[in-house]
């Protein structure tokens, strides 16, 4: 039954969408054509790939940093900080799109806290642009970074860390060579789940970038919904679940998924 009901509600409508990319308006690959030639799709991927690249880059230093205090914290202060981690992903994508709206904004508190500082004398661009749609995609994708980034490091054997410190090498030494590298399968599968979920945006950059920021998954819509191009948008949504399965499989090669999402299987 379960194997059924996924099925209907999951295999079927992607079996529709392949369907649709190589039936409308007639049989043939003539939209996969017309996307790899479109100069239009061509700037709308670059755009999402400087986006979603952008923003796996600095969630995962912020992420890495994050999960490296929860590591070495106390219980307590651990459990503090993972309720801090845990609350943004209980509110709406559409709150906190509108949140960072009006803190980015000209008349916004973080513009006029830079100017009450003094450090800018005008108010900075800070929304309607890339960088705006940035900053609130990383805050969305934080928690999805921290606690692959938290798991991988919480299985790291601290007593090797001890050993390379007791041979001489300094703190700094002992977290490039040892600890660093034992967590580089975390902080590859967390860089690629970030960047996943970053390629399927859609409400932070229309409500964010105010109309013009385009990422692949808005002009999806326009295509299908305003310009209704069925086959052109059918096109772009089946390449992107043929990225996104592709970059599933390199997660899978470079680390084990349930552990990455600190799944344990019971015993």
Known sequence: MPALLMAVLFFY????????????????LQNYRHVFSSGAVRQVALTTIRICSA??????????????????????????????????????????????????RREGIVN????????????LPLVWNEFGVIISMTHYMLPYAVLPLYTAMHNVDQRLVAAARGMGASRGQAFLKVFLPLTMPGIVGAGLLVFIFSLGFYVTPVIVGGGRVLMVAEYTS???????????????????????????????KVSNIRELLGVRDAT
């Not at 990319?21 to 049989?27: G, H, K, N, T």
């Not at 890495?64 to 219980?75: C, G, K, P």
């Not at 100017?115 to 108010?123: E, L, N, T």
């Open 55 to 104: 923003t796996t880059v600095i969630t995962l230093i912020l992420g890495y940093a994050f999960a490296y205090v929860l590591t070495h914290t106390s219980i307590v202060k651990r459990n503090i900080l993972f309720v801090c981690v845990l609350i943004p992903m209980w509110i709406s994508v559409l709150v906190r799109a509108f949140a960072w709206v009006m803190l980015l």
């Open 222 to 252: 326009v295509q299908i919904l305003e310009v209704l191009q069925w086959g052109i948008g059918t096109t772009l949504a089946a390449m992107l679940i043929l990225v996104i399965c592709a970059l599933l499989g390199v997660i899978g």
């Open 112 to 123: 006029s806290l830079l100017m009450s500082s003094g450090i800018v004398s005008s108010p």
């Open 13 to 28: 409508p992607l079996v529709e969408v392949f369907k649709f990319s190589v039936l409308d308006p007639s049989l043939g």
